[in-house]
């Protein structure tokens, strides 16, 4: 199920290219650190931004960090798709406060734009695919998957740095990746692939049907049997790890409750306990979009951070 994952040195150069990070001054709300450029070897380059909770430079404490998909949607309205976001820095911050989570270094990677489908959907799962599924979906793609050099990216060049660079817990229990919709795919995916590097995962408004919600029958019926292949295959038992799936019922989430309740049963078939190693909720008149994920954040950091009864 796992894969080998072979760690690379990274200089740490790396950190400051195409015009450097640029770093705002630490306050009360945390700091931000901002890597326009971070060469890859994997996918060219990507835009990282980099929060610091409050107190990060004083004192030697280690962090537990939350990688998070669509970093454009997480912390400034200026550089929302929307004009929303989910204001994670500031769920942190209301959460540490009520001392429901100790607090965390969080890294948002920006999406990949028009690449993005190709980069999030589970590269494994579609290779599994029946062709008249892979003919659907194509179109979407635009190019050849890159969603395994996505996770490569992340483990062997991304994560390598943040725990040189930054004072981190960098063992898998302090390891969360975190996403929506298509983000909450490549979510599952990392959890699926690296389980010995993500230990938490948090896959919000998970698009279960991968392009289309309104499939035939029969190929929802194919794809549904793919995802339990895939997950009983690649996913396996918890092994100590936990994740975190929700849905509303607007919008596009309103397509959701089916394929996750089909998920769940997937997920307690291969051994994972409803409560202790996964959640799933849903949120009636919620909508598929930043503000309805900004309203629940601090549900799904506190109970994905927060201490559990078999912790």
């Not at 959460?95 to 190709?118: F, H, M």
């Not at 590097?197 to 998970?206: E, K, N």
């Amino acid at each position: 199920m796992a894969r080998l994952l072979v760690w690379i040195t990274v200089p740490l150069a790396a950190l400051l290219l195409a015009g450097g990070g640029h770093a705002a001054k630490p306050g009360r709300g945390g700091s931000f650190v901002d890597l326009p450029k971070l060469a890859s070897s994997n996918i060219g380059s990507a835009h990282v931004t980099i929060w610091l909770p409050p107190g990060y430079g004083r004192g030697k404490k280690r962090y537990g960090v939350v990688y998070m998909q669509d970093a454009e949607n997480l912390f400034f309205l200026k550089k929302s798709n929307f004009n929303k976001v989910w204001a994670a820095d500031k769920s942190v911050l209301r959460l540490v406060a009520n001392k429901a989570i100790e607090p965390v270094i969080i890294v948002g990677i920006y999406s990949p734009g028009a690449d993005r489908a190709r980069t999030y959907l589970p590269q494994r799962l579609y290779e599994s695919l029946t062709p008249g599924l892979k003919a659907e979906i194509d179109p979407l793609l635009k190019g050849r998957m890159q969603s395994d050099a996505y996770l490569r990216f992340l483990v062997s060049e991304l994560k390598p740095i943040i725990d040189m660079r930054y004072r981190t817990l960098a063992d898998r229990d302090h390891t969360a990746i975190m996403g929506s919709s298509m983000g909450a795919l490549i979510s599952l995916y990392a959890i699926a692939e690296y389980p010995g590097v993500f230990g938490l995962a948090a896959c919000v408004s998970t698009h279960w049907p991968l392009v289309n919600p309104l499939l035939s029958d029969s190929r929802r019926g194919e794809l549904r049997a793919a995802w339990d292949q895939y997950l009983t295959d690649h996913l396996g038992p918890p092994n100590g790890r936990r994740i975190w799936f929700d849905h509303g019922d607007q919008t596009l989430d309103g397509f959701y409750g089916p394929w996750q309740t089909a998920a769940d049963v997937t997920l307690m078939r291969i051994g994972w306990q409803p409560q202790r190693d996964f959640e799933t909720r849903s949120y009636p008149g919620a909508a598929h979009e930043e503000n309805a994920w900004a309203a629940r954040l601090d549900e799904i950091f506190g109970w994905l951070l927060g201490p559990h009864v078999n912790d």
